[in-house]
């Protein structure tokens, strides 16, 4: 089992819609949780991380961690045409030097 | 804003041949990460440089080896090529150690043929 578990998708939905991005985890050392989106042929970017459990919003973007369930949500609210993107989740736990370890991505499609 | 250059975007590359790709990160950025994403995958680690010394080793085959400069650039030497090593090469910089909040670069292809 990889720890961290994406639904690869694609997933299309059509604009204005609510996005909901989910990844599932093993390790229960994970403390700090990312998202990360991914533009074709481009670096992740960072969108937003959370540490521990908890709720986080920032705009359109709300992430949500359930460390009893080992379960992380991105949700994306009036969801965009330009949101179109792979959205990588990834976690890492606390140590310093510490390695991010990255869901496979999910391809979101907003469809005007 | 300055963010993380590497260097060549493409490359295309023979079996059996050596590649060198550069990453120069942001500047007062003090570690560097590696990452190697095939196609459809997720970014997997190779290897990460803190203050010029070598803080972690992930899935780095033994042909492959790193390392990181006085100005903190970094370099991934990659020799004896072989078709699976074709991907996306990026890297990654943060300042103090730590992956949290760190940037990507826009990542090099590397096409073995």
């Known amino acids: 089992q990889k720890e961290v578990e994406q639904d690869p998708g694609p997933l299309s939905v059509p604009e204005g819609a609510i996005v909901s991005l989910n990844c599932t985890y093993s390790?229960?050392?994970?403390?700090?949780f990312m998202w990360y989106r991914q533009y074709s042929r481009k670096g992740p970017e960072l969108l937003m991380y959370?540490?521990?459990?908890g709720n986080k919003e920032d705009g359109r973007f709300t992430a949500q961690v359930d460390k009893s369930s080992k379960y992380i949500s991105l949700f994306i609210r009036d969801s965009q045409p330009s949101d179109s993107a792979t959205y990588l989740c990834a976690m890492s736990n606390l140590n310093r030097d510490d390695k991010i370890i990255f869901g496979k991505g999910t391809r979101l499609h907003i469809l005007p | 804003a300055a963010g993380v250059i590497q260097s060549p975007r493409h490359l295309i590359k023979e079996k059996r041949e050596t590649a060198t790709l550069k990453c120069y990160p942001i500047p007062r950025h003090d570690t560097v990460y590696w990452y190697q994403q095939g196609p459809g995958q997720d970014p997997q680690f190779l290897i990460s440089f803190y203050e010029k010394m070598q803080s972690d080793k992930g899935s780095i085959p033994d042909r492959f080896s790193a390392q990181q400069f006085s100005d903190y650039h970094s370099e991934l030497n990659m020799s004896s090529l072989e078709l699976g090593d074709s991907a996306l090469y990026f890297c990654?910089?943060?300042?103090?150690?730590?992956?949290?909040?760190?940037?990507f670069g826009q990542g090099t292809r590397l096409t073995v043929v």
């Open positions: 959370t540490y521990s459990s």
């Open positions: 390790n229960s050392a994970f403390q700090y």
């Open positions: 990654a910089s943060s300042l103090g150690g730590g992956l949290i909040e760190a940037f």
